[in-house]
């Protein structure tokens, strides 16, 4: 036959296979039947089988609906954002939740309590933070957990574990100490109201030289961190394993050696990835000057990423760290696709990932906006007695007697529905007109 209807027969062949094979699927789906192209279909949405009937495969997670399973790990974005703020974007935050029960968070930006709040994860199971380094986006959050867990339950102080500096004050245990300090007043006037306990903070500072070296082992569980490169001396990056699964999280870093040769293989990899400088200039209204070394000296471009990505060759891999919608998003995927082709994430807040030998699938948690604190099994110590309260009688004497005594009803009504009669703070008062 000559070429050109070679060419012909080719294409009938190939048209009549398609629409055989189209007729079938469609055939066998009108029938309930399931075919392998059925099959792959349903990964991407599940089959509903009636009109009120439980749908499955909605690629969403309900936070606490779900157990892990003992060899599985659960990867929650609590914050993949910038140090400036958005409403719908939180800085810096990485929720690891394990099989065996630990949950160990990787950097607290500012504003990812918000979305940590919103698994509602009672706060006793949330007391281990590990920080890859001190700028603000990546622990801004500390005051929020501190603070807010405290009044919300948690029994025990928290823990942090980050790296040192060149110099004590740029280290992390300089950086908590002076944290406390700085949060004094906000201390002292719970800690004798509420219990002092969780109010402490214990830092566990380690070398931020150091290569590959263990910084954390329990339960099963094992951090490792190594230098990262980020703007002056201290950041790290951190590995993280877990019953034969081996997890990677950047923190920032430009790109560097020692990263590629610890996140070898490993099963996924999360790692900082910026827009290029044309973004920064457009939207990020940087002097062009400074856009490219923003992107690309001080932090990782999407073409260097796919780089680094196509060398460890992670199962599955996650790019944050860049404000994400629809002008950067696909910018930033072509860049990274330039140079890797293998599975990714762009991630954005509440996206997360079950993690196990078998697969590895991205979803979305689905939370409250305006949830609530959720107690555990495990009570706070009670108030410490003999710590000085510290109101003075100054301002106490400001109190204006009418506006409490207009409360008296419901507070009785209190009082006798929990028998607090003998713990009645009024009677105290100078003011106290006890009702008749
Ligand atoms: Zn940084
Ligand atoms: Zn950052």
Known sequence: MKPKLINIAIGLLAVAALTVVYTAGWFMGQTGQETALIKEAQAAGGRVKGPNVEAPDRYVYYPGTEKLAKDEVRVIACGTGMPDQRRGQASACF?????NGEKLIFDLGTGSMRNISSLMIPYQYLTKVFLSHLHTDHWGGLSSLWA????????????????????PD????YAVEHFLKANNWDYQTRAYKITPVPGQIKVHEFDYRAENAVVYQENGITVRSWPAIHAGDGPVSFSIEYAGLKMVFSGDTTPNKWFVKYAKNADFVIHEVFPPPEIWVAWGNQPPQLGWRACCEFHTSGQSFGKIMSEIKPRHAVGYHFFNEEATRYVIYDSIRETYDGPLSMATDMMMWDITK????????????KSWAVPGTTRQPPPEKGLAPVMSEFIKSGEWGPAFNAQNKVLDEHSKKYNLQDQDWRKQKPWYKPSK
């Open 95 to 99: 929720l690891f939740e394990f099989g």
């Open 170 to 173: 740029m280290g992390t245990k």
């Open 358 to 369: 078998d697969k590895i699938v991205e979803r979305m948690a689905v939370s409250a906006d």
């Open 148 to 167: 807010g867990g405290w009044t919300a339950g948690r029994p025990v102080p928290l823990e942090v574990w980050g790296p040192s500096g060149q110099t």
